[in-house]
């Protein structure tokens, strides 16, 4: 079968023949507003999908999409990307093709200059991208809060971000030494405009000058309701304690509120001391040092949140 495999890069004539390969990968249907939104209108770069094409037929047998993103790395801004929608048909499993695929997109990175890829796999993904040799940064457990009530808070919703989010974010992402770098272009690319998501946009400001801001979601698991924190970020505790307070009360008729953690997360203990609690979880975060010098994540402050893995 393998003479038959060839692994190159989709082009964007090939949107539809992708789509398909998901719905037989996953028996899940992807629709093309979406695949269009994340694909190609990311500010940080369009969505590079390698494939392997059966050339029996023209069909796909597997994919490997990789996201232009920028972090904040060790003090620098470096270039990176995030692994999503890995897969394999049914019937080209058990081949070894996971690991090939990976391999591939990977080593072509530097073609992009492209260091370092991260991901966030599935339990049943998790043994191939050892394979391929990513390392495991750490652990995302849940931060999880139960009971909760309205209170009072400063803060409000808005509808999109303006130019005010970016000399605050990159005001925090200057205390950390890992974390995707964002603008109100990428937000709003984020939270506003992908198809078919509501997510509720809450900020703490005085006039034009941004505090905090926090993005949440609302999420129905069969039957049992949580609200997820998917994005937050305070100048201070005082901001930090408004967020929350704002975060409770619209959790208030959620059976939890929760959001995920790690070991470096700088307001873990705030959040503990506000009655949040951990939760273990199976999630991991992993990292891929794709070429130059592998160099990992200093010890300090690391952020990674719901909304910077898009399958969720």
């Known amino acids: 079968m393998d003479d038959n495999l060839i692994f190159r890069i989709a082009t964007p004539q090939e949107d539809e023949k992708i789509l398909k390969l998901y719905k037989q990968s996953f028996n899940r249907e992807l629709k093309m507003d979406w695949w269009k939104w994340y694909s190609y209108q990311c500010p940080t770069g369009v969505n590079r999908t390698y494939v392997i094409e059966d050339t029996k037929d023209g069909s796909f047998a597997g994919s490997y999409s990789l996201l232009p993103i920028k972090l904040f790395f060790n003090g620098k801004i470096t270039n990176a990307s995030l692994c999503t929608n890995v897969n394999t048909r049914p019937e080209y499993q058990g081949k070894g093709l996971f690991v090939k695929i990976g391999h591939f997109s990977l080593d072509h990175e530097i073609d992009f200059s492209t260091p370092i890829t991260v991901g966030m796999p599935n339990q049943k993904a998790y043994p191939g991208h050892m394979k391929v040799g990513w390392d495991i940064m750490c652990k995302l457990p849940f931060l999880v809060k139960k009971h909760c009530k309205t209170q009072k808070h400063g803060c409000h919703e808005i509808t999109k971000f303006d ?24 937000m709003n690319w984020r939270v506003v405009e992908r198809p078919y998501m509501q997510y509720i946009k809450i900020v703490y400001d005085k006039g034009d000058d941004l505090q905090g801001y926090m993005i949440l979601k609302h999420f129905d698991d069969q039957g049992y309701k949580k609200t997820h924190i998917l994005d937050i970020h305070a100048e201070n505790d005082d901001v930090l304690h408004e967020l929350l307070a704002a975060a409770e009360s619209y959790a208030s008729k959620s059976d939890e509120l929760n ?8 307001y873990q203990q705030y959040f503990l001391e ?35 893995n898009d399958v969720y």
């Open 163 to 186: 130019e005010s989010f970016d000399p605050f974010y990159e005001k925090i992402s200057k205390k950390f030494s890992f974390i995707i770098l964002k603008n109100h272009d990428f």
């Open 259 to 266: 959001m995920w953690t790690n070991i470096h997360n700088p």
């Open 274 to 308: 506000q009655g949040f609690v951990e939760r273990e979880g199976t999630d991991l975060l992993i990292i891929h040092y794709n070429y130059g010098e592998k160099t990992p994540a200093q010890p300090g402050n690391w952020w990674f949140c719901l909304a910077d």
